[in-house]
């Protein structure tokens, strides 16, 4: 694991590390050392422009130079990240963020890394230290080859801001939790069923300070967990529902988390084709980011309660799967027709909000890999966000933005909830029209968000998972989405 430290930024020339990382903005006028960069052009012989003018160094976001320094500093080598056009006023945290995952994530194979980009106040050095932590993350548990270069194992953030020590702690803090997601995504799902992702929860829950509760398939049954039971009840490895609480005795405020645990969605007999079911071992993404954030208020104390249920089943095809026209009836008592069961998500969700209604929650937040519609909507990187409540709505896109995790409002377009009628049940969980697929499961979920709560849902069906090339602090793989939009989430409502 990679730790990280502070220290004061006197000494840059003489700092003692393998790496050292600085930042330079474009501009009209040239290239412009940021702050934290502006004693090394001297310490270079003042020719530090010209040298990345030579290498081809233009300051843009996402590039990255490496220079040797030739004894100049005491670092060996210098990396220089763009950070585009100098801000007029302060540093945007999400591009120090990006640069500094850039830069670290380019670095794997070194030891000791130190970040000497801008960190003007605390929460710039904060998010110089979230996306080096962020950006040194690997998954290499099922390599045997040992090819992959270690990961960066001792980060060090220059920085004088007043606060800096507490800041990259909780960076820290923050980042282990979405760590602990990104490995909970990557896992295999034959290493992860929800048993399994029920034990994780118990294990590190506990740990954090969680009190973990779980409720197995008998136990689901009795309950009237209709919907939970509906789409595990395919598969070998039964379904759970973990409700993770975090009470803070100075709360005023109580936080419901519910996520989609989906640890391995085939599509049910509604099977998907091939080719859209390699990388459904993501579709738990949404339980995975509730867990980490639980773990990440209760380590950081936030004066709030926060409950978290992680809805957990496989949807598997098989002689005891739900077959499509198959009707249940969901814990909130309503009954659903099953017209298909590749839209198993919102099954399980309609069970973990009416459950999440029952501790009188200020408000309720889902997180799921709902719809491919989203990423049809949004793209691979923006989330969608919709809500009960239009303050709510604009509240959860505005966290997610602080945080640099991109999200936008989406409506719920009252028109569309006529296509939800079932001929033989409350509800159907198909919409017959796929255009404004997001939209129809948010309404379907709507329907069964207890009476005068606020509810917000978000769609993060392609932030969970970069099938893409690594950028940013973002790696290959389980992204982490939404863990730290939680947090931030909790850190509104908390005293
Ligand atoms: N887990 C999928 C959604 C998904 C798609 C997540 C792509 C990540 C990437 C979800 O369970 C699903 O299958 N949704 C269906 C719903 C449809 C049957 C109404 C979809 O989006 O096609
Ligand atoms: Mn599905
Ligand atoms: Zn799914």
Redesign the pocket.
Known sequence: MTTVRVNSTDNVVSFDTDALVVGVHSGPEGLLPAPGAEGLDEALGGRLATTLGAVGFNGKPGEIAKLPTFGALTAPLLVVVGLGDAPEGDHDTEALRRAAGTAVRALAGTTRVALALPTADARQAEAVALGGLLGAYSFTRYRTNGEQPAPVVELTVLSDAEGAEDAVGRAATVSESVSLVRDLVNMPPSDLWPARFAEIAEETGSEAGLSVQVLDEKQLKEGGYGGIVAVGQGSANPPRLVRLAYIHPEAAKTVAFVG?G?TF?S?GL?L?PSA?MD??K??M?GAGAVLGALVAIARLGLKVNAVGYLCLAE?MPSGTAQRPSDVFTSLAGKTVEVL?T?????LVLIDGIARAGRDNPDVIVDV????????VALGWRTAGVMANDDELREQVVEVAGRQGEAAWGMPLPEELRKGLDSPVADIA???PD?FG??L??ALFLREFVPEGVRWAHIDM??P??NKGEPHGYTPKGGTGAITRTLVGLAERYAG
Request: glycine share 16%; proline share 0%.
């Open positions: 989609k989906i969605d599509g509604s998907k859209s990388w459904m993501s579709d993404g949807n298909d590749d839209a198993e998500g919102r799921a890999t709902l719809t491919g519609a989203q990423i969980n198909l919409h796929r697929g997001m129809t499961a069906a392609g969970a998972f």
